[in-house]
Protein backbone atom coordinates (compact mmCIF):
# COMPACT_ATOMS: atom_id res chain seq x y z
CA UNK A 1 0.00 0.00 0.00
CA UNK A 2 1.91 3.44 -0.95
CA UNK A 3 1.52 6.01 0.98
CA UNK A 4 3.79 8.61 -0.92
CA UNK A 5 2.59 8.14 -4.93
CA UNK A 6 4.08 10.34 -7.72
CA UNK A 7 1.95 9.48 -10.72
CA UNK A 8 4.48 10.84 -13.31
CA UNK A 9 7.46 8.86 -13.45
CA UNK A 10 9.34 11.24 -15.69
CA UNK A 11 8.77 15.34 -16.81
CA UNK A 12 10.46 16.95 -19.17
CA UNK A 13 10.63 21.06 -20.05
CA UNK A 14 12.51 24.15 -21.60
CA UNK A 15 15.33 25.28 -19.77
CA UNK A 16 13.58 29.00 -18.43
CA UNK A 17 10.45 27.55 -18.04
CA UNK A 18 8.67 26.53 -15.02
CA UNK A 19 8.92 22.72 -13.38
CA UNK A 20 5.80 21.25 -11.35
CA UNK A 21 6.46 18.28 -9.84
CA UNK A 22 3.52 16.90 -7.83
CA UNK A 23 3.10 14.34 -4.93
CA UNK A 24 -0.34 12.71 -3.13
CA UNK A 25 -0.46 11.24 -0.05
CA UNK A 26 -3.05 8.68 1.48
CA UNK A 27 -2.17 8.81 5.67
CA UNK A 28 -3.36 12.02 7.37
CA UNK A 29 -1.05 11.64 10.59
CA UNK A 30 2.09 12.32 7.75
CA UNK A 31 3.32 16.32 9.69
CA UNK A 32 6.65 16.87 7.69
CA UNK A 33 7.76 16.74 3.76
CA UNK A 34 10.57 16.85 2.33
CA UNK A 35 12.12 16.80 -1.00
CA UNK A 36 15.42 14.88 -2.14
CA UNK A 37 17.49 15.53 -5.37
CA UNK A 38 19.13 12.27 -6.59
CA UNK A 39 21.59 12.47 -9.66
CA UNK A 40 22.88 9.01 -10.77
CA UNK A 41 25.47 7.18 -9.02
CA UNK A 42 25.12 9.60 -6.59
CA UNK A 43 22.76 9.54 -3.01
CA UNK A 44 19.54 11.73 -3.04
CA UNK A 45 20.35 15.39 -0.86
CA UNK A 46 17.90 17.01 0.68
CA UNK A 47 16.43 20.05 -1.53
CA UNK A 48 13.26 21.55 0.50
CA UNK A 49 10.81 20.69 3.41
CA UNK A 50 7.51 21.43 4.62
CA UNK A 51 6.33 21.70 8.36
CA UNK A 52 2.26 20.54 7.84
CA UNK A 53 1.61 23.59 9.79
CA UNK A 54 2.65 25.85 6.92
CA UNK A 55 1.43 25.92 2.67
CA UNK A 56 4.27 27.34 1.05
CA UNK A 57 8.18 27.50 1.68
CA UNK A 58 10.14 28.88 -0.90
CA UNK A 59 14.35 28.40 -1.15
CA UNK A 60 15.29 30.56 -3.95
CA UNK A 61 14.15 28.84 -7.37
CA UNK A 62 12.22 25.80 -5.03
CA UNK A 63 9.40 26.66 -3.65
CA UNK A 64 7.14 23.86 -2.08
CA UNK A 65 3.28 23.69 -1.79
CA UNK A 66 0.92 21.80 0.88
CA UNK A 67 -2.62 21.38 0.29
CA UNK A 68 -3.44 19.62 3.20
CA UNK A 69 -6.90 18.90 2.42
CA UNK A 70 -6.37 17.49 -0.74
CA UNK A 71 -3.25 15.45 0.61
CA UNK A 72 -1.37 16.93 -2.21
CA UNK A 73 2.38 19.05 -2.36
CA UNK A 74 3.79 19.90 -5.41
CA UNK A 75 7.81 21.50 -6.19
CA UNK A 76 7.89 24.14 -8.21
CA UNK A 77 11.79 25.10 -9.78
CA UNK A 78 11.54 28.75 -11.31
CA UNK A 79 13.35 29.19 -14.19
CA UNK A 80 13.82 25.45 -14.67
CA UNK A 81 18.07 24.82 -15.59
CA UNK A 82 19.70 21.85 -17.64
CA UNK A 83 21.02 21.29 -13.93
CA UNK A 84 18.28 20.16 -12.59
CA UNK A 85 18.15 17.22 -14.48
CA UNK A 86 17.68 14.72 -12.36
CA UNK A 87 15.10 12.26 -10.19
CA UNK A 88 13.11 14.43 -7.37
CA UNK A 89 11.60 12.16 -4.69
CA UNK A 90 9.39 13.15 -2.06
CA UNK A 91 9.11 12.00 0.97
CA UNK A 92 6.83 12.26 4.51
CA UNK A 93 7.21 11.38 8.00
CA UNK A 94 4.98 11.15 11.04
CA UNK A 95 2.95 8.74 10.62
CA UNK A 96 1.44 6.68 13.20
CA UNK A 97 4.54 7.96 15.95
CA UNK A 98 7.23 6.40 13.46
CA UNK A 99 8.74 10.12 13.04
CA UNK A 100 11.82 8.96 12.91
CA UNK A 101 11.33 7.08 9.11
CA UNK A 102 10.45 8.57 5.72
CA UNK A 103 8.16 7.09 3.28
CA UNK A 104 8.85 7.87 -0.56
CA UNK A 105 7.84 7.61 -3.27
CA UNK A 106 8.93 6.47 -6.46
CA UNK A 107 10.71 9.81 -7.98
CA UNK A 108 10.29 11.73 -11.28
CA UNK A 109 12.82 11.71 -13.19
CA UNK A 110 13.06 15.28 -14.24
CA UNK A 111 14.86 15.71 -18.19
CA UNK A 112 15.36 20.47 -18.58
CA UNK A 113 16.04 20.65 -22.21
CA UNK A 114 18.84 23.31 -23.15
CA UNK B 1 27.50 18.83 8.15
CA UNK B 2 26.43 15.35 8.66
CA UNK B 3 29.21 13.07 6.78
CA UNK B 4 27.59 9.61 5.94
CA UNK B 5 30.10 7.44 4.50
CA UNK B 6 29.26 4.22 2.64
CA UNK B 7 32.65 2.18 2.50
CA UNK B 8 32.72 0.74 -1.38
CA UNK B 9 31.12 2.93 -4.28
CA UNK B 10 31.10 -0.18 -6.32
CA UNK B 11 30.91 -4.16 -5.63
CA UNK B 12 30.75 -7.01 -7.54
CA UNK B 13 30.20 -10.42 -5.85
CA UNK B 14 29.13 -13.96 -6.53
CA UNK B 15 26.02 -16.11 -5.81
CA UNK B 16 25.67 -17.45 -2.37
CA UNK B 17 28.39 -14.97 -0.95
CA UNK B 18 27.83 -13.48 1.98
CA UNK B 19 28.25 -9.63 1.58
CA UNK B 20 29.07 -6.77 4.16
CA UNK B 21 27.92 -2.99 3.37
CA UNK B 22 29.42 -0.77 6.34
CA UNK B 23 27.98 2.80 6.46
CA UNK B 24 29.50 5.23 9.51
CA UNK B 25 27.93 8.93 10.36
CA UNK B 26 29.74 11.28 12.04
CA UNK B 27 27.62 13.47 13.80
CA UNK B 28 26.61 11.27 16.72
CA UNK B 29 22.94 10.69 15.52
CA UNK B 30 20.77 7.96 16.64
CA UNK B 31 18.33 6.77 13.56
CA UNK B 32 20.30 5.35 10.88
CA UNK B 33 18.46 3.34 7.96
CA UNK B 34 19.40 1.37 4.44
CA UNK B 35 17.28 1.57 1.81
CA UNK B 36 17.66 0.03 -1.90
CA UNK B 37 16.94 1.80 -4.76
CA UNK B 38 15.90 0.10 -8.05
CA UNK B 39 14.52 1.56 -11.62
CA UNK B 40 10.48 2.36 -10.94
CA UNK B 41 10.48 1.19 -7.53
CA UNK B 42 11.84 4.07 -5.79
CA UNK B 43 13.64 4.14 -2.14
CA UNK B 44 12.88 0.90 -0.46
CA UNK B 45 13.10 0.43 3.80
CA UNK B 46 14.81 -2.35 4.24
CA UNK B 47 16.58 -2.07 7.93
CA UNK B 48 16.75 0.47 10.39
CA UNK B 49 18.24 1.29 13.77
CA UNK B 50 17.33 3.65 16.46
CA UNK B 51 19.99 3.13 18.62
CA UNK B 52 22.79 1.04 19.85
CA UNK B 53 21.89 -2.64 19.33
CA UNK B 54 18.57 -1.71 18.34
CA UNK B 55 16.92 -2.63 15.16
CA UNK B 56 13.45 -3.09 13.06
CA UNK B 57 12.56 -4.34 9.98
CA UNK B 58 11.61 -1.97 7.37
CA UNK B 59 9.54 -3.00 3.97
CA UNK B 60 11.76 -5.44 2.27
CA UNK B 61 14.08 -7.04 5.06
CA UNK B 62 13.78 -10.55 3.34
CA UNK B 63 17.45 -11.70 3.01
CA UNK B 64 19.46 -9.09 4.50
CA UNK B 65 20.41 -8.27 8.37
CA UNK B 66 22.24 -5.51 9.76
CA UNK B 67 24.56 -5.00 12.68
CA UNK B 68 24.27 -2.01 15.19
CA UNK B 69 27.42 -2.46 17.49
CA UNK B 70 28.24 1.53 17.79
CA UNK B 71 26.41 4.43 17.73
CA UNK B 72 28.32 5.47 14.62
CA UNK B 73 28.25 2.20 12.43
CA UNK B 74 25.24 0.61 10.71
CA UNK B 75 26.19 -2.23 8.62
CA UNK B 76 24.23 -4.45 6.11
CA UNK B 77 24.53 -7.91 5.79
CA UNK B 78 23.31 -10.25 2.67
CA UNK B 79 23.31 -13.79 4.45
CA UNK B 80 23.43 -15.37 0.41
CA UNK B 81 23.65 -12.91 -2.32
CA UNK B 82 21.61 -13.80 -5.25
CA UNK B 83 21.05 -12.12 -8.34
CA UNK B 84 18.19 -10.54 -7.54
CA UNK B 85 20.06 -8.08 -4.74
CA UNK B 86 21.75 -6.24 -7.36
CA UNK B 87 21.01 -2.94 -6.57
CA UNK B 88 21.96 0.20 -5.39
CA UNK B 89 22.32 0.35 -1.71
CA UNK B 90 21.79 3.62 0.41
CA UNK B 91 22.36 4.57 3.69
CA UNK B 92 21.32 7.50 5.58
CA UNK B 93 21.23 8.84 9.20
CA UNK B 94 18.74 10.91 10.63
CA UNK B 95 18.81 13.43 13.52
CA UNK B 96 15.23 13.05 14.95
CA UNK B 97 12.40 15.91 13.46
CA UNK B 98 14.49 16.57 10.82
CA UNK B 99 15.18 14.79 7.28
CA UNK B 100 18.26 12.21 6.45
CA UNK B 101 21.66 12.88 5.38
CA UNK B 102 22.17 10.28 2.65
CA UNK B 103 25.38 8.35 1.84
CA UNK B 104 26.86 8.25 -1.47
CA UNK B 105 25.77 4.67 -2.27
CA UNK B 106 27.07 1.32 -3.13
CA UNK B 107 26.24 -0.44 -6.38
CA UNK B 108 26.05 -4.26 -5.83
CA UNK B 109 26.21 -6.64 -9.11
CA UNK B 110 25.73 -9.72 -7.91
CA UNK B 111 26.70 -12.28 -10.85
Known amino acids: DQQVKQNSPSLSVQEGRISILNCDYTNSMFDYFLWYKKYPAEGPTFLISISSIKDKNEDGRFTVFLNKSAKHLSLHIVPSQPGDSAVYFCAASGGGGSNYKLTFGKGTLLTVNP | DVKVTQSSRYLVKRTGEKVFLECVQDMDHENMFWYRQDPGLGLRLIYF???????EKGDIPEGYSVSREKKERFSLILESASTNQTSMYLC??????????FGSGTRLTVV
Open chain 2, 49 to 55: SYDVKMK
Open chain 2, 92 to 101: ASRRPLYGYT
